[in-house]
């Protein structure tokens, strides 16, 4: 089975600091995303990577970067939390094969910005 | 933009009843459609996805329809039971990107 794991179930941080939401995939896939979810809002992508070291930006990447140093590990980094960023973000993971795969997510990480 | 709708947004029924939940999108140039659960501060379970090329999927209890040509997908869920209380989320990849419903909260009541 895959496992995606989110470093933090919950984290509480302060307007202004620099915050990182790690997350780790055992399954060498290709793909992962990270997401924000919010209530009436739905899933919305914030960035996502398709190999080591490459991203591209999705529907939402304002205020937040992403690093992909190894291929099982996805980072999104807030560069100065506001409390507009107070959410559940979601990580997910997908291989590549002849047809598009399921992404596969992990528990998500609850966010409080204060 | 592909816009995924789901209705209703909440759906409360007695155990025993068969579930229907409906997802609707703007775009029928897919490549296929997943179906989540999430349990309440949880992150998403993947129930079933359908390809493209197919017009249904299914998983014991659960069946999933698919009609791209009118941007539709129906997920049944036969002889419901309380443990199906979670929000279903249905979301349509047009590439390796996801696009989500809001979702339906489902109650089944004991």
């Known amino acids: 089975d895959v496992k995606v794991t989110q470093s933090s179930r919950y984290l509480v941080k302060r307007t202004g600091e620099k915050v990182f939401l790690e997350c780790v995939q055992d399954?060498?896939?290709?793909?992962m995303f990270w997401y924000r979810q919010d209530p009436g809002l739905g899933l919305r992508l914030i960035y996502f990577?398709?190999?080591?070291?490459?991203?591209e930006k999705g529907d939402i990447p304002e205020g937040y970067s992403v690093s992909r140093e190894k291929k099982e590990r996805f980072s999104l980094i807030l560069e100065s939390a506001s409390t507009n960023q107070t959410s559940m973000y979601l990580c997910?993971?997908?291989?590549?094969?002849?047809?598009?795969?399921?992404?596969?997510f992990g528990d998500g990480t609850r966010l409080s910005i204060l | 933009k592909q816009e995924v709708t789901q209705i209703p947004a909440a759906l409360s029924v007695p155990e025993g009843e068969n579930l229907v939940l409906n997802c609707s999108f703007t775009?029928?140039?897919?490549?296929?459609l997943q179906w989540f659960r999430q349990d309440p501060g949880k992150g998403l379970t993947s129930l079933l996805l359908i390809q493209s090329s197919q017009r249904e999927q299914t998983s014991g209890r659960l069946n999933a329809s698919l009609d791209k040509s009118s941007g539709r997908s129906t997920l049944y869920i036969a002889a419901s039971q309380p443990g199906d209380s979670a929000t279903y989320l249905c979301?349509?990849?047009?590439?390796?990107?996801?696009?989500f419903g809001a979702g339906t909260t489902v109650t089944v009541r004991a």
């Open positions: 399954m060498d896939h290709e793909n």
């Open positions: 979301a349509v990849a047009n590439d390796y990107k996801l696009s």
């Open positions: 997910a993971s997908s291989s590549i094969t002849g047809v598009i795969q399921p992404q596969h």
């Open positions: 990577s398709y190999d080591v070291k490459m991203k």
């Open positions: 775009d029928s140039a897919i490549y296929n």
